[in-house]
């Protein structure tokens, strides 16, 4: 049986010399789909140590590159129960080895592009920069035997004979989780990274605060996280016992201090994953303000419960000690994460405390606004210039742009605008509600599901979505960043519940982010989607069964 086989712009493509059809079913299982694979005869042998410690296989790890093996030698002993020693000298000649190098890579090549090599001899993963190398060992990890039982230990493992050159279409491939809603610990939070990272996700959306919750420890502002990050019960009708997140007291919720907020950035960075904190403003701000009520329209006092009812939280846009304490808040934010991005959110402001404020029509007219969409452009125009200062650039979603967008705003697009926000210059993500809204059901059948919002958004529809308006010219493409799935969790009380929304329509959303348009193919993708689930059960990540069809899945 020839085993050449290539993966070009337009999916798998037999060469000249044909595979047998039952030989595709073997065919690695990546995910996303690499720019270019081709598979080659043969198969690597990974030898765990014999009664010679050097009759094991090794990983050559050059200096700059050792954590990405250390890396790497964890997985391969949580996946294979192989221990691999991972080595920064070149091992003695004739021994079979994994080698890490970032030298003699093609300058021309992105960071984040690779190049991953497995002979009978060994494995090579090539890249010109650390980021380039974890996404290749990502590559190798899924051509690892799937659903093997790590409880047994492994001698060796047959890993295929590949030629693997890839990178990715779009800079942004992001997952937002809500944990203003329900509150999640930080080393679930970690879990999640993890569970990014596998499928060469980079970009993570912590939003930290609603109306719900204020999750993040403010120094300057201590009743913040006293007041604003507990509630009375789980709220939105749910089982009180569907979570653990009580505090001794009795009240629900629970906050990340700074020093967790540090340790999950780095455990972040490690995975080459960028954190962008979304402190939502000037609305949405009802847990804010039910501990500093002085920055809003009426000065409080406010007592409800924010589950049962939520008040109009929206910062009064005519105080100025509103925007000392924004700015204050947002000095401690961006002192704990070094990404670019803050987010600020910007969606669905309730402007009627605006319109019966005099404080906030006195701004109107000192700056010659008609209205209150108007007073909100003013506002995010404000807190640009508060984040310029700090060398960062602004995040929103749809909504900054009414009243005029800011000069240098980042525009996510949930409800439109993409078209308009490019042409005019600026950046956009796109997350449109219909295809990247993972709190929405995957089934039309919702006694078999557990309970959401609503909606309906299944696997086959997020493979679906092109994050290219069509209408959009191709001088003006490159100000799409790339596209994110949003994950609010008003009726997620558990991890385990996030786990089984996002999975596998997280797989879907990867490989449109990172493979080619052209290459997407619904059949091959749902063959290697169930595939990476036994990867998942392997891991112990909780996710939604795939259907035995052929070529659809519900």
Not at 49 to 66: D, L, R, V, Y
């Amino acid at each position: 049986m020839n085993w050449n086989c290539r993966l070009h712009n337009l999916g798998w493509i037999l060469s000249l010399l044909a595979i047998a059809p039952s030989a595709m079913a073997e065919a690695p299982a990546i995910i996303p789909l690499p720019q270019k694979i081709e598979i080659r005869p043969g198969a690597f042998v990974l030898h765990a140590n014999g009664p010679a410690p050097a009759a094991g296989t090794k990983i050559f790890a050059q200096a700059s590159a050792e954590e990405t093996g250390r890396y790497l030698a964890r997985e391969l002993r949580a996946r294979t129960s192989i221990a691999l020693e991972v080595v920064t000298k070149p091992a003695a000649a004739g021994i079979e080895n994994i080698k890490l190098t970032l030298l003699d890579a093609n300058p021309a090549l992105s960071d984040e592009s690779y190049t991953l090599a497995v002979t009978p001899e060994g494995v090579t993963i090539q890249a010109r920069a650390s980021t380039g190398l974890f996404y290749g060992v990502q590559s190798l990890l899924q051509l690892l035997p799937a659903g093997s039982d790590t409880a047994k230990p492994s001698t060796n493992v047959v890993i295929p004979c590949v030629h693997i050159e890839d990178q990715p279409r779009f800079r942004w491939r992001g997952l937002m989780l809500d944990v203003s809603r329900h509150f999640f610990t930080k080393e679930e939070v970690k879990r999640l990274l993890d569970e990014m990272a596998w499928h060469k996700l980079n970009v993570f959306h912590w939003h930290l605060v609603d109306d719900q919750g204020w999750r993040i420890e403010i120094k300057k502002y201590p009743r913040l996280t006293e007041l604003g990050a507990w509630r009375k019960a789980i709220g939105f009708g749910l089982d009180t016992k569907a979570s653990s997140a009580y505090g001794p007291d009795g009240r629900y919720g629970g906050f990340y201090t700074q020093d967790d907020i540090r340790e999950v950035v780095a455990y972040a960075q490690s995975r080459h994953i960028t954190i962008v904190p979304e402190i939502e403003m000037p609305g949405h701000s009802s847990a804010a303000l039910m501990a500093y009520p002085q920055f809003s329209c009426t000065g409080g006092p406010f007592t409800t419960d924010l589950p049962g009812g939520v008040f109009n939280g929206i910062f009064c846009a005519g105080n100025d000690d509103s925007f000392i304490f924004v700015e204050n808040v947002l000095t401690e934010v961006c002192a704990l994460f070094p990404g670019p991005f803050i987010h600020i959110g910007g969606d669905e402001v309730m402007v009627d405390n605006w319109k019966n404020c005099a404080k906030c029509q006195a701004r109107m007219r000192q700056e010659g606004l008609t209205k209150e969409s108007e007073l909100e452009g003013y506002f995010i125009r404000h807190v640009e210039k508060i984040l310029q200062a700090r060398n960062r650039r602004l995040v929103g979603w749809s909504e900054i742009r009414q009243g005029g967008l800011a000069a240098n705003a980042t525009v996510m697009d949930w409800v439109g605008g993409a078209t308009e926000a490019a042409t005019s210059g600026h950046d956009v993500v796109m997350s449109p509600l219909a295809d990247c809204y993972f709190d929405h059901y995957q089934s039309l059948d919702h006694s078999k599901e557990p309970y959401a919002i609503g909606g309906y958004l299944p696997l086959q529809q997020v493979y679906a979505f092109e994050p290219i308006p069509a209408n959009l010219p191709a001088a003006d493409q490159p100000h799409i960043l790339g596209a994110q799935a949003n994950v609010w969790t008003e009726y997620m009380p558990s991890f385990k519940h996030v786990e089984y929304m996002v999975f596998p329509r997280l797989c879907a959303l990867a490989e449109v982010d990172w493979s080619p348009k052209a290459s997407r193919q619904w059949d091959d993708f749902l063959r290697r989607a169930r595939i990476d689930c036994l990867r998942l059960d392997q891991l112990g990540v909780n996710h939604r069964a795939l259907s035995n069809k052929a070529s659809t899945d519900p």
